[in-house]
């Protein structure tokens, strides 16, 4: 079976010699094998993530803070990298900003959104890491419209 870091880091095993023909002479060596990694798993979110922005968000309003998380190594891991597909690079609704201490915050584009024209968004977020080569997921936020009082709190 191949050897994952991300399974076992280590491996402890004993070597044993007998020399053939003096049975008597014999010799037993631990022997501890690390497991370097390869940059083989792709930057995800840290958690499941859920934002609410209000009806009445300002223009350029930060409303979330993101991280992320990766099973390999400092090496391959940190820093992440966070961005917006190309394709929606210009997105009308929301917009991105890398902290550059892995993490990211959403913020708000537009004033004002209308729960009842459209309550939910989907955003998809690129989340690269620092391994050779780079690897990177695209993950979906999920953002609620709600209603909020004056001050903005729901």
């Known amino acids: 079976k191949a050897l994952d870091r991300e399974e076992m880091a280590w491996h402890n095993i004993s070597v044993f010699a007998v020399e053939v023909h003096k049975q008597h002479q014999e010799a037993k060596v631990p022997v501890a094998i690390k497991v370097i990694d390869v940059n083989d798993n792709a930057p995800k979110f840290a958690a499941a993530y859920e934002a609410f922005v209000c009806e009445n968000a300002r223009s350029n ?5 993101i991280s992320a998380d990766d099973k390999d190594d400092s090496a391959n891991g940190p820093r992440f990298i966070f961005s917006l597909p190309p394709e929606i ?5 929301f917009t991105l900003r890398d902290n550059r201490d892995n993490t990211a ?9 209308s729960r009842q024209k459209q309550d939910l968004y989907l955003l998809p977020i690129v989340i690269s890491d620092g ?5 990177s997921s695209t ?6 419209v709600c209603g909020c009082d004056g001050s903005g709190s729901l």
């Open 61 to 65: 309003q930060q409303f979330i803070t």
């Open 89 to 93: 690079i210009h997105n009308p609704n």
């Open 105 to 113: 915050s959403v913020l708000v584009r537009r004033e004002g959104f």
């Open 131 to 135: 391994g050779v080569p780079p690897l």
């Open 139 to 144: 993950n979906t936020l999920t953002i609620r």
